[in-house]
Nanobody, 123 residues
Framework: QVQLVESGGGLVQAGGSLRLSCAVY????????MGWFRQAPGKERTFVAT????????YYSNSVKDRFTISRDNARNTVYLQMNSLKPEDTAVYYC????????????????WGQGTQVTVSS
């Protein structure tokens, strides 16, 4: 069974930083394109960032560009999201996702999903 497990969420003041991790179990990680999405209560799930299987290419939502960095360590089967200069509007449940075929900004392209980790940014 394929499992994606997020960790690293928490409460932080505006301007602070957090690093989220997502560990993948149950299948080969190095050939999975990975993405991060987020969802606030009452809102749709939105794209945050994606990274190709090799780590050679990344793409970010305009709302997080220049503040967040996605990376991966294929030896540890883990993808990361480094979040700097956090803003209250970044508050959401953050989900990692994986797909064999696409490194995409559309959630329906991804086959595997984690359970999410809460990030709360206070003013």
């Amino acid at each position: 069974q394929v499992q994606l497990v997020e960790s690293g969420g928490g409460l932080v003041q505006a301007g602070g930083s957090l690093r989220l991790s997502c560990a993948v179990y149950g299948r080969t990680f190095s050939n999975l394109h990975m993405g991060w999405f987020r969802q606030a209560p009452g809102k749709e799930r939105t794209f945050v960032a994606t990274i190709t299987a090799s780590g050679g290419s990344t793409y970010y939502s305009n709302s997080v560009k220049d503040r967040f960095t996605i990376s991966r360590d294929n030896a540890r089967n883990t993808v990361y999201l480094q979040m700097n200069s956090l803003k209250p509007e970044d508050t959401a449940v953050y989900y990692c996702a994986g797909d064999q075929y696409h490194s995409a900004s559309l959630d329906y392209e991804y086959d595997y999903w984690g359970q999410g980790t809460q990030v709360t940014v206070s003013s």
